[in-house]
Each structure stands twice: as C-alpha cells, then as structure tokens.
C-alpha cells in the first residue's frame, strides 16, 4: 500500500492508519508502512479495534503487542508520541456486539485498562505521552447530541459512536500539535500510525487528524 506523503523526499507527514486494525495487524505492516519511511517522530495511537472488534485481543497480549511496536519504532532511531485511545458510545456498541463481548468490565472499564497499559508502556519505554483520551473526556462532548465530537445520528444519521466527527479529528490535530510544539518533538518526517481512526478519509488532504497536524505545522 502506498501512503500518501506531502513531499517525496522530505515529507512532513504520513497517513499510516487502515480501517479495522489491531496490534497485531500493525506488526504485521509496521516494516513497509512505519519504519520504511524513516520517521523521526511516529505518533501511535491504537486499542479502539483490540478491545471491541470481533477480532479481541485480550489486554496482556495487547499489552506484548504494543511493547513490541514501540521497541521496533524506537530501534529505527523514532521517538514515539504514545496516545490513549478515544471515548465511545456505549449504546451504539451494544448494536454490534453482545454486552457479554465486554465481561464484567465493560466497554469504559476495558478502555480505561487498555488507557492505563498505554499509559504504563510510555513510562517503561520513555517515549512522550498524550492523553488523548482524557482531553476528549474533559471537553465534554461525547453523546448524542449534534455537537459530539464523536460520530452519531444527529450528527451523522449513523449509529457510530466510535469514530469522531470532522470536529472532532480537529481536536486530535490541534492536541497533537499542541503536543509536539510543546515538547520539542520532530516537526517533520512525522508517520501516523493506527487504524480507522487514524485513517479517517485518508490521506493528508481532508479531515483526518494526520491532515490537521499537517496544516499547522506547515508555515503560515
């Protein structure tokens, strides 16, 4: 698969998410999608599909999994920006898997292990850390109003509830943004690497979050 770049030579950044995967799906592609590109930066955000897609990855093995992505990220010289994974509707969940899919804990109990075991991986590996998650808590704008920032039906007539908004890829990239300036983190050679919610419509043209941080970090 060929990913889109702003330059071929020295790109600024690169889309690197696909619709529907896992940890274990970004090992399997993290050689010719990630590390080929040389990044100096590698922003990884992934946990939403491990936890609720028919393809489960229970927590320890998630947790092995992403220990092992970050350790072949940081072995090409990439720093790594580890970001926790965003909030969901519940009831929209419900609709495409048993409540029993989610045991005891739940869908935001199981979010906030899998948040918790991002979090633990970034202190073990010394890599930055952005706590998407709990910024898309604060704000507030998670339900079922029209003004979520995650997809629902006055939004979108879909019963989504897991990807976000145009609004709400925004708010990724101005976090994301936000983060890198602060810290002093690569401003180029940058890959975003994770899945549909990475990916959005594509690209770096449109309204995914890779787009966004695209557009601010490029000069005014």
Not at 40 to 68: C, F, H, W
Request: aromatic share 8%; with cysteine.
């Amino acid at each position: 698969m060929k990913l889109p770049a702003m330059a071929a030579d020295n790109y600024t950044v690169i889309n690197a998410g696909v619709g529907g995967n896992t940890t274990a799906d970004l090992l399997k592609r993290i050689d010719r999608d990630c590390l080929a590109h040389k990044p100096a930066l590698t922003v990884l955000m992934i946990g939403t599909n491990d936890m609720n897609s028919r393809k489960y990855i229970p927590l320890p093995q998630y947790r092995e999994n992403l220990s092992t992505l970050i350790k072949k990220i940081k072995g090409v010289n990439s720093q790594v920006l580890l970001m926790t994974i965003c909030p969901f509707i519940d009831e929209y969940l419900f609709t495409r898997h048993d409540k029993a899919h989610y045991g005891t804990e739940g869908p935001a109990g199981r979010r906030a292990e899998v948040n918790r075991t991002i979090k633990a991986l970034a202190e073990e590996h010394k890599t930055s850390f952005l706590d998407l998650g709990a910024l898309f808590d604060k704000a507030g704008k998670v339900g079922l109003d029209k003004n979520s920032l995650i997809q629902n039906e006055a939004n979108t007539n879909k019963t989504d509830g897991v990807h976000p908004t145009p609004d709400g890829y925004r708010f990724i990239g101005l976090a994301v943004y936000q983060h890198i300036v602060y810290n002093h983190l690569p401003q180029s050679r940058i890959v975003c690497f994770g899945d549909s919610i990475t990916a959005a419509d594509g690209g770096v043209q449109k309204e995914s979050y890779p787009a966004w941080l695209l557009r601010l970090l490029q000069p005014a």
